[in-house]
């Protein structure tokens, strides 16, 4: 797979995603593309959630082993694929029109294993915080035992094998690593980058592919530094948001899409006093009724009414490291393991 960024494009074009679609996603809407996210984006689009392949900036080609590929054109493999750019473009340059991609070759020798990729970290959501003037505040993402377990146990009992991984966060990013344990006890790590670098992100081979068996899980853990920040920073899309994701690439392939996990909201709140929340049917994000000086705020809001300093930061990163969280465990389709909320 190679990328083909437009010639002078190479710091607007921040990174592309391809995703395989529902087999029964419908043609009707192929001849143009969309704004991604906007609510004109045809609703077929929403069904296009698995990654197939993730390019960053600064990344260069990737080849698969002799051994592994991805399989195309087969009776259980994806009709239609969605390609996702985005873009970065802080000085707000008008009238730009981009041509970017990729370039994928095949080959019809098939080779003896599928690949697949797990996304595992945390999963994308307001709910994922991170305080203002922080020079250090870590976040984890957990690919639970539970989770892999029932997955591999039901598809794979002996295991899968990851030979690629992708480190991806954004501004804020600083060490991000892969951790890997068996039955409690941590392996060496499956992938990290000490020195992350936002414009530079791509996938890192492993030196030997590493087997992942049921009765292991998977941490994503993300440091960031947010000391020039004055409000806080949410999970999200934007590059101004951030995001805390391990991307393994391994073979033979499974149907588990996304390993992730996410805080539990509630326990967060109360850690700025918060005593009552309502979730309105119409509205999101969820309103806060008490105490008074919260009340009819956003939780967004009243986060960012808080008064935060860097003890107080250091405080709520201990706290929410010990909170119960809420797992997805995803397969390819629409669909979920059955696995529900964890405590650590």
Known sequence: VEPLIQKGH???????????????????????????????????????????????????????PPNVGLSIGMPEDPTYVLMEIHYDNPSHQEGLIDNSGLKLYYTPQTRKYDAGVLEAGIWVSLYHMIPPGMPAFSSEGHCTVECLEEALNYEKPDGIHVFAVLLHAHQAGQVLRTRHFRK??????????????????EFQYLDEERTILPG????????????????????????????CLSYLIYYPKINLARCESIPEINEQ???????????????????????RRYNNLTFTEAMNTFQWSRKKGNAFNERVRKMPINVRCSKHESGEWSVSTQSF
């Open 10 to 64: 190479e710091s607007l074009v921040h990174h592309i995603l391809l995703y395989e679609c529902e087999r029964d996603a419908n043609d009707s809407v192929l001849e143009y593309g969309h704004e991604c996210y906007h609510p004109n984006m045809p609703d077929v689009f929403l069904t296009c959630e698995t990654v197939l392949y993730a390019w960053a900036i600064g990344g260069e080609g990737f080849t698969y």
């Open 269 to 291: 709140l109360q850690f700025i006093g918060v005593k009552e929340i309502y979730r309105p049917v119409t509205s999101w994000p969820l309103i806060i009724k008490s105490p």
């Open 184 to 201: 409690g006890v941590e392996q060496k790590l499956l992938a990290y980058d000490n020195e992350f670098d936002f414009n530079f992100q």
């Open 216 to 243: 292991d899980n998977i941490i994503t853990e993300c440091q960031y530094n947010t000391k020039s920040r004055s409000t806080m920073t949410w999970g999200g899309l934007s590059t101004r948001d951030e995001m």
